[in-house]
């Protein structure tokens, strides 16, 4: 573990954010660009060069996969690794279930992904016990593209990150940031590939300032992303050019944190500040987080990202927040389970299963 003091990030007012339509007391229109142009002139003074271990998106993007069926389907997990206790066995046999009905192409961790504290080294038996012996269905043995949660940073981060890891088990596939790109073909109509979908992964432990408190920062295992400013800013920049650059017909943005909640961890204050108008500057269409154990749909009338938390992979229950009508909640539910996504070329199907796999809310995105 590393204890070097990373400087704090600048506490940003979130009256500079006003005119962002993201953000519920927008009142003022035309200065956004304005807000964005202050941040990125703030950022840009911590400017830096990617890590060599896995923080660079641009360089992680693997190969355009078609999909020649017309239909991407994919499951949605977090907050997960436990051996099996609190529900995990439970809800890990009900997504071999939903699996095998979709024909699922990969599942998707959003992080947490062994409990409390990652892994220790590359022969850590926790990813046997909580990640091999436990996704044991056909219908997942398939690719599981993971982010990192702050629990897998309170363990060896570097041990999570390694392909040793993959002579373990073939299915883990586990990096800072990268991005995954699909052509979606209706076979029946032959050389039909009129859409594409991108998923963008990242890394946002290192945005919360929290972690980087001097009572909390060698908790962390922050190698790799110092000098803290440094590695944020060329995530934040990797992404907006990865966001930017991209046609995909469907953009979804895959981290860990809440951007915003009403689970006991809540919004993400500085995500909602330094990541949401990424987002919505560059079309992105949904964002699906881990980190509260409870699934959840946030949209909000003025800002158009779509905000889903998978986070029910083992312990629930810690309770919700009270909210009111305007915080755009479309459905919360405290309690184990899973997230179906299924892309179309003209929409895509979410639904969230609960802890028997049934399914307790459906929302289809169309464009
Ligand atoms: C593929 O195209 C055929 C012919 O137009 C159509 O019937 C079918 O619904 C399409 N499949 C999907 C998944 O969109
Ligand atoms: C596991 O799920 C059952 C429902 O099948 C629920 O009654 C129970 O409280 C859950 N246990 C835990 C530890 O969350
Ligand atoms: C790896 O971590 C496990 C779990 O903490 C421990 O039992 C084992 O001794 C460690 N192995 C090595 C080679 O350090
Ligand atoms: C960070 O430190 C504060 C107090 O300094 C504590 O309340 C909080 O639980 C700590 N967070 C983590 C993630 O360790
Ligand atoms: C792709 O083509 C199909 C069949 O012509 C059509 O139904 C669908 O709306 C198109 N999707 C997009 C995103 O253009």
Redesign the pocket.
Known sequence: MVSERAPLLPQFQQDGYSTSKCWRTSTKKGGFLLVICACFGLLALWSGASSPDGSSTSSQTKATLTINDAKLNFLVIGDWGREGSYNQSLVASQMGKVGKQLDIQFVVSTGDNFYDTGLDNVSDPAFTSSFTDIYTDPSLQTTWYAVLGNHDYMGNVLAQLSDDLVSRDPRWFCRRAFQLNFAIC?AT?AG?C??TLALFFLDTNPFIDEYWLPTNISKFDWRGLLPRTEQLQSQLDELTEAVKSSSA?WKIVVAHHTIRSVGVHGDSIELVQKLLPILEEHGVDVYINGHDHILQHIKRPECAVHLFTSGGGSKSYAGLKAYTEEQGVQFVQDGQGFLAVSAR??SILFTFHDVFGDPVYNFLLQ?
């Open positions: 209706n109509l039909s009129n859409a017909t070329p003209d464009k």
